[in-house]
């Protein structure tokens, strides 16, 4: 099992970036795939996660009607919109895998499987 994070960069407030996680020895149909961040000297937290199967979304209150949470099956790759994006959002991005219930997906330790990391900076 491989999670492959990609797409951060450098961009101005008010801009947008496109995350990708790649996945590969497993199927998207099968796990749930979520963002989490984490700043310089914070906790990391929950942005957003994808269901398995059904592909019902959740998202964190500080990011929602900004960053969409999508899949390609067929890329077997799970990405993250990011829309007007504030300096507070400035962080690195990890994505996981797994089968949390719809009330504990912002608890990291719901995930077994993490990728490297990609690392966000919006300027103000």
């Known amino acids: 099992v491989q999670l492959q994070a990609s797409g951060g960069g450098l961009v101005q407030a008010g801009g947008s970036l496109r995350l990708s996680c790649a996945a590969s020895g497993f199927r998207l149909e099968s796990y749930g795939i979520a963002w989490f961040r984490q700043a310089p000297g914070k906790e990391r937290e929950g942005v957003s996660y994808?269901?398995?199967?059904?592909?019902?979304?959740y998202y964190a209150d500080s990011v929602k009607g900004r960053f969409t949470i999508s899949r390609d099956y067929a890329k077997n790759t799970v990405y993250l919109q990011m829309n007007s994006l504030k300096p507070e959002d400035t962080a690195v991005y990890y994505c996981?895998?797994?089968?949390?219930?719809?009330?504990?997906?912002?608890?990291?330790?719901?995930?077994?499987?993490w990728g490297q990391g990609t690392l966000v900076t919006v300027s103000s």
């Open positions: 996981a895998r797994g089968r949390p219930v719809a009330s504990a997906w912002l608890m990291s330790n719901m995930y077994g499987y």
């Open positions: 994808i269901r398995g199967g059904s592909g019902q979304t």
